[in-house]
């Protein structure tokens, strides 16, 4: 299969269903995603669809991928906050968009991958942490953007708190199996609104702000 004429008919796809973003168009005609992905499933990685990275996790359909990052509006000065790092695609979207991410996973074999995958793209600007995004990254704030990858029980009041004044956070939230994709933006007076767009599903956000392991 030849894998450039894939990832343009995958982003011939995402045009179709309403991405209208030319820098998120651009990016991911732009981002090898096969390489976040294994090697035995590279032909895969180009279809609309999510694919298993190891440990019970991951790498979201390039469909939720666009439309989280389109969402955020990046201009390309923003310092933006990533909450589930997983196979690393994600944040190597909002890395080439924005000016800085910050990126938390907590388990230490998939950031492992994650952050040689993003630096054989050269993507230096991506900080990477292992741990409970659930907090965020609070020595870091304020983020002018923020975007989680995992299904929340609910908005973590602590990741408005790290919101800049004009910033926005996207977020799914629901139950255990189905969730929405939540927009909170912070007004430059501080005001927040939330508006709700696609369903989707997603692996549960765990930590302390998030689900239980147990849940």
Same mark, same amino acid.
């Given at each position: ?14 045009? !179709?269903?309403?991405?209208?973003? $030319?820098?998120?168009?651009?990016? @991911? ?11 035995? @499933?590279?032909?895969?990685a180009y279809g609309d669809g999510?694919? +298993? ?21 990046? %201009?390309?000065?923003?310092?933006v906050l990533e909450l589930g790092?997983? %196979?690393?695609?994600?944040?190597? /979207? ?53 975007? /989680?990858?995992?299904?929340? *029980?609910?908005? +973590? ?12 956070? /996207?977020? *799914? ?5 189905? $969730? $929405?994709?939540?927009?909170?933006? !912070? ?7 939330? $508006?709700? %767009? ?9 930590? !302390?702000?998030?689900? %239980?392991?147990?849940?």
């Open positions: 299969m030849n894998l450039t004429v894939a990832r343009k008919r995958m982003v011939a796809e995402l045009v !179709k269903r309403g991405i209208t973003d $030319q820098r998120v168009i651009g990016t @991911m005609l732009e981002i090898p995603r096969h390489i976040f992905v294994e090697e035995a @499933m590279a032909a895969q999510s694919l +298993p990275i190891g440990e019970k996790q991951t790498i979201s359909q390039p469909y939720i991928v666009a439309k989280m990052t389109q969402m955020l509006e990046l %201009s390309g000065r923003e310092k790092t997983g %196979s690393g695609y994600q944040a190597a /979207v909002l890395a080439t968009l924005a000016d800085r991410v910050y990126t938390v996973e907590r388990i230490r074999p998939l950031a492992l991958k994650a952050r040689k995958a993003l630096d054989s793209l050269g993507l230096l600007n991506v900080n990477l942490r292992i741990g409970d995004g659930t907090d965020g990254w609070s020595e870091e704030a304020p983020f002018d953007a923020i975007l /989680v990858t995992a299904g929340a *029980p609910h908005v +973590p009041e602590c990741l408005i708190d790290q919101l800049a004044p004009g910033g926005r956070l /996207v977020i *799914p939230v629901g139950d255990r199996t189905d $969730q $929405q994709l939540v927009l909170v933006t !912070k007004g430059l007076d501080g005001r927040v609104e939330r $508006q709700e %767009s696609d369903g989707c599903r997603f692996v549960r956000l765990i930590g !302390k702000n998030g689900w %239980s392991e147990e849940q």
